[in-house]
């Protein structure tokens, strides 16, 4: 006989460990999500991301990536921080400013699976094909704003998405979230720099985020042009939206930033050199993209 697990010990369990909001809904194809990602990367808004269009069926039906899948866990993870940057240095995305979030998620996602009695499955957290957003949204977490990204009601969109993919079953599941919030607002597409955001899509093609975390290639004039001093990634239509304008400081310790990270100036960058990079920036974000991708965002001036 199998073993049916408690919803309320999973919640329980979860803030226990610091997860900021859990769910867990049951595994069902996501064929409208397959449909939707289809149809952008048909448009090319998916640019140098050709990962995007691989693993189609794996998307569609979560339980490939686990054998007798029953249940995705979800998991939110707070990385608001209302510590700021000088003002006019080379500016991060607030979820780069300390570890990188894969290793921290995932650690916490492995002890939520030894906490429920060491359920079998597979975790991720924006490492695999996953529609983490669908799935969240399912879980009953939030809805998924304008902006494409989930928001939830008290925590705002601040917020890391970790799956649990699990063979197990729960005594009763998570309600959908299927109300929106948004409304009439567009604070989010009209803040967008370069109008890489219309309303639930972004075209890579144009997008800051894209362009400085992303691609490999150098990060096109007109683009460089209109980021400013956006170093890596942009946080522009989350510092706009309302639902954040409630959101609390995090409490993951591995997220604060070396105090040094915040003021480094263009100069600072231009000088640097690759033993003070590893040392500031080691197991963060930031890492993957190297020092000299980064140096080349810098505008001059």
Known sequence: METVLQLDTLLAKSREIGFDAAGVAPVEKLTGERERLQRWLDDGCQAG???MSRNMEKREDISLLVENARSVIVTLTNYYSPLRQEAGV???????YGKDYHLVVKDRLRKLMQELGGIPGRCFTDSAPVFEHEWARRAGLGWIGKNTLLIHRRKGSFCFIGIIVTPAVFDCYS?????TYCGTCTRCVDACPTGALTAHRVDARRCIAYHTIE???PVPEEIRQVAGNRLFGC???QEVCPWNNRAEEHRI???????EVLHLTKEDWRTMDETTFV???K????QRAGLQKLRSTIQDG
Request: net charge negative; glycine share 0%; proline share 17%.
């Open 175 to 179: 309600q959908p979230f299927e109300n």
């Open 215 to 217: 691609s490999q290639e």
């Open 49 to 51: 991301m050709a990962y």
């Open 90 to 96: 080379p500016r991060i995305a607030r979820y780069a």
């Open 235 to 237: 946080d522009c239509c």
């Open 283 to 286: 197991d963060s974000p930031l």
């Open 253 to 259: 310790p591995e997220f604060l930033p070396r105090p």
């Open 279 to 281: 040392r500031l920036f």
